[in-house]
T-cell receptor, first 114, second 110 residues
Framework: EAGVAQSPRYKIIEKRQSVAFWCNPI?????LYWYQQILGQGPKLLIQ????????DSQLPKDRFSAERLKGVDSTLKIQPAKLEDSAVYLC????????????FGSGTQLSVL | QQQVKQSPQSLIVQKGGISIINCAYE??????FPWYQQFPGKGPALLIA?????SEKKEGRFTISFNKSAKQFSLHIMDSQPGDSATYFC?????????FGKGTKLSVKP
């Protein structure tokens, strides 16, 4: 089966610019996650969707980050305006149900904010 | 903040040796403890996982040892191979929310 697809693979922007990342989860996976992985650290959950509803966005910096999962399939994560400290790899993951904790990760989008 | 503390930060092992990575958690509500393996430029991939009702789980060369009273668990890689060179993350969680450790970079020398 196809894995989790993410694009773009790399993105370089100036601070205060906006950027968007796209994710298409594994077909049939109801739960979708966005994680932020700063260099040298483990992934940190930003937001979790169950179908098209938000389950947990407690660690999402809502003043600048937004995410949506229209129709309960693919998802977009946006940052506006970007800060230097947003430089990281943004990983999308999916799982088949909320109670099945095996996450399948995409390869991520590496963001550099200059 | 519910943390998962992982050590060591980096590890060098000779081919054929045993690699051991340790983790400690704080949240007693966690009921799922996975280990993920990440190669450069790739997302993490599930390696092996354990629930707190068992003390050990083995899959091939990979074993998780779990100590519920100490709130600690560890990954043992037997007969380590150069292809095992990667970054390993432990995690703890429940209800689909995983808290990851900071990772251990393993290098297996031929």
């Amino acid at each position: 089966e196809a894995g989790v697809a993410q694009s773009p693979r790399y993105k370089i922007i100036e601070k205060r610019q906006s950027v968007a990342f796209w994710c298409n989860p594994i077909s049939g996976h109801a739960t979708l996650y966005w994680y932020q992985q700063i260099l040298g650290q483990g992934p940190k959950l930003l937001i979790q969707f169950q179908n098209n509803g938000v389950v947990d966005d407690s660690q999402l910096p809502k003043d600048r980050f937004s995410a949506e999962r229209l129709k309960g399939v693919d998802s977009t994560l946006k940052i506006q305006p970007a800060k230097l400290e947003d430089s990281a790899v943004y990983l999308c993951a999916s799982s088949s149900t909320g109670s099945n904790l095996e996450l399948f990760f995409g390869s991520g989008t590496q963001l550099s904010v200059l | 903040q519910q943390q998962v503390k992982q050590s060591p930060q980096s590890l060098i092992v000779q081919k054929g040796g045993i690699s051991i990575i340790n983790c400690a958690y704080e949240n007693t509500a966690f009921d799922y403890f996975p280990w993920y393996q990440q190669f450069p430029g790739k997302g993490p991939a599930l390696l092996i996982a354990i629930r707190p009702d068992v003390s050990e789980k083995k899959e091939g060369r990979f074993t998780i040892s779990f100590n519920k009273s100490a709130k600690q668990f560890s990954l043992h890689i037997m007969d380590s191979q150069p292809g095992d060179s990667a970054t390993y993350f432990c995690a703890g969680g429940s209800q689909g929310n995983l808290i990851f450790g900071k990772g251990t970079k393993l290098s297996v020398k031929p």
